[in-house]
């Protein structure tokens, strides 16, 4: 069984540009989790899908948006890059998360701002 | 969800038990305790979790003290491949904040 797969793995972007990282989750898993772990900083909670719509979100400008598609699959948006964005973004995706509280995760998209 | 308290690093020798301690004074009844681990550069990895009751799985012990206010992870034989930053955390099984709030962890490396 194929796991959370991410893409791209890596890339580099310029101050202002704008990105889109995507994410596949592990089939049959309807929520999707959005993290970002800057260099030497822990995991950030960004955004949280399931079934579609948009459950919650981290404290995070709104330049940072997604969005989940019917098959469950998720694309996270970043406008207007900063270099502070450059980090490690990682996907994650459950199917009964009540029941058995696992996570999985991708192994993220690693963004660098120039 | 409660907070938790983790040491900074521990250090362990190849084959021996690797203890890691967390502290979750806080933890309401209906939150539970799970534990993670992030190997350098990968996506973190689920571990065990437990409500009230020891835990075990082919990973790992899970240990919660009768008052739950603390917790030691068990890894019975450490070898190099689990250096790793561990996380514990703490999180209710109902409510509409389902993400998982990761904090500093502990790294863990283990010494051949």
């Known amino acids: 069984e194929a796991g959370v797969t991410q893409s791209p793995t890596h890339l580099i972007k310029t101050r202002g540009q704008q990105v889109t990282l995507r994410c596949s989750p592990i089939s049959g898993h309807t929520s999707v989790y959005w993290y970002q772990q800057a260099l030497g900083l822990g995991l950030q909670f960004l955004l949280w899908y399931d079934e579609g719509e948009e459950r919650n979100r981290g404290n995070f400008p709104p330049r940072f948006s997604g969005r989940q598609f019917p098959n469950y699959s998720s694309e996270l948006n970043v406008n207007a890059l900063e270099l502070e964005d450059s980090a490690l973004y990682l996907c994650?995706?459950?199917?009964?998360?009540?029941?058995?509280?696992?996570?999985?995760f991708g192994e993220g998209s690693r963004l660098t701002v120039l | 969800d409660a907070k938790t308290t983790q040491p900074t690093s521990m250090d362990c020798a190849e084959g021996r038990a690797a203890n890691l301690p967390c502290n979750h004074s806080?933890?309401?009844?209906?939150?539970?305790v799970y534990w993670y681990r992030q190997i350098h550069s990968q996506g973190p990895q689920y571990i065990i979790h437990?409500?009230?009751n020891n835990e075990t799985n082919e990973m790992a012990s899970l240990i919660i003290t009768e008052d739950r206010k603390s917790s030691t992870l068990i890894l019975p034989h450490a070898t190099l491949r689990d250096t790793a930053v561990y996380y514990c955390?703490?999180?209710?099984?109902?409510?509409?904040?389902?993400?998982?709030?990761f904090g500093s962890g502990t790294q863990l490396t283990v010494l051949p």
């Open positions: 437990g409500l009230k």
């Open positions: 955390i703490v999180r209710a099984s109902s409510g509409s904040a389902r993400q998982l709030t």
């Open positions: 994650a995706s459950s199917l009964d998360w009540a029941r058995t509280g696992e996570l999985f």
């Open positions: 806080t933890i309401s009844g209906n939150e539970y």
